[in-house]
């Protein structure tokens, strides 16, 4: 379980949210800060970049009761379609939110491993390209794909198996026709 703040700082949650203002009938956008609240019966969008994320309200906040028990909200209050809101702001500088992650890290069987793009860039990804090498610096491995995630079936450049062990992997992202590095991270493979 995380905060709303701990689940922005993992890059679970875009850190914009909008929410439904009922007196000026629009979306309004909010930054989430430290010690925000979301009430309950209050129309929000979430841009989420974590699957089967669930979001749970606490009927208490610091103490204080978030709403009123007895308070009754009508059929026609809960029943309203206001639209889609506007997509939050893409960051500043796209490899900021970018965030690349290998499932499942270590590998311990022959079902392969998937490279995929999280965080608060992760909307935005055109394409992403993998690059995988041994410890000594030797590409193991080289793909490219549309979309925010690529599958590796841990085969090596001759077809077989790679050996166990401790590999380095780089992955890219096409942002707005740009390619931009998540950096380098370890992945293990023990067969």
């Given at each position: 379980?995380?905060?709303?703040?701990?689940?922005?700082?993992?890059?679970?949650?875009?850190?914009?949210?909008?929410?439904?203002?009922a007196?000026?009938?629009?979306?309004?956008?909010?930054?989430?800060?430290?010690?925000?609240?979301?009430?309950?019966w209050?129309?929000?969008?979430?841009?989420?970049?974590?699957?089967?994320?669930?979001?749970?309200?606490?009927?208490?906040?610091?103490?204080?009761?978030?709403?009123?028990?007895?308070?009754?909200?009508?059929?026609?209050?809960?029943?309203?379609?206001?639209?889609?809101?506007?997509?939050?702001?893409?960051?500043?500088?796209?490899?900021e939110?970018?965030?690349?992650?290998?499932?499942?890290?270590?590998?311990?069987?022959?079902?392969?491993?998937?490279?995929?793009?999280?965080?608060?860039?992760?909307?935005?990804?055109?394409?992403?390209?993998?690059?995988?090498?041994?410890?000594?610096?030797?590409?193991?491995?080289?793909?490219?794909?549309?979309?925010?995630?690529?599958?590796?079936?841990?085969?090596?450049p001759?077809?077989?198996?790679?050996?166990?062990?401790?590999?380095?992997?780089?992955?890219?992202?096409?942002?707005?026709?740009?390619?931009?590095?998540?950096?380098?991270?370890?992945?293990?493979?023990?067969?």
């Amino acid at each position: 379980e995380k905060t709303l703040q701990e689940a922005i700082d993992a890059m679970w949650l875009h850190h914009t949210l909008s929410a439904w203002d009922a007196d000026g009938e629009e979306w309004t956008s909010l930054r989430a800060t430290d010690g925000a609240t979301l009430v309950p019966w209050t129309g929000y969008y979430l841009f989420v970049h974590q699957d089967d994320l669930v979001l749970l309200y606490s009927e208490e906040e610091q103490g204080q009761a978030l709403w009123d028990a007895g308070q009754a909200l009508s059929p026609a209050a809960l029943s309203f379609d206001p639209g889609e809101p506007p997509l939050p702001p893409m960051l500043a500088e796209p490899s900021e939110g970018l965030v690349a992650v290998a499932y499942p890290n270590p590998v311990a069987d022959d079902g392969g491993v998937t490279f995929t793009v999280r965080g608060s860039a992760a909307r935005w990804v055109e394409a992403i390209r993998v690059r995988v090498h041994d410890l000594s610096g030797r590409l193991v491995y080289e793909d490219e794909s549309a979309g925010a995630s690529l599958l590796w079936d841990t085969m090596g450049p001759t077809g077989a198996p790679v050996a166990s062990g401790v590999y380095l992997y780089t992955v890219q992202a096409e942002l707005a026709d740009d390619w931009v590095s998540a950096g380098v991270d370890r992945l293990l493979i023990l067969r």
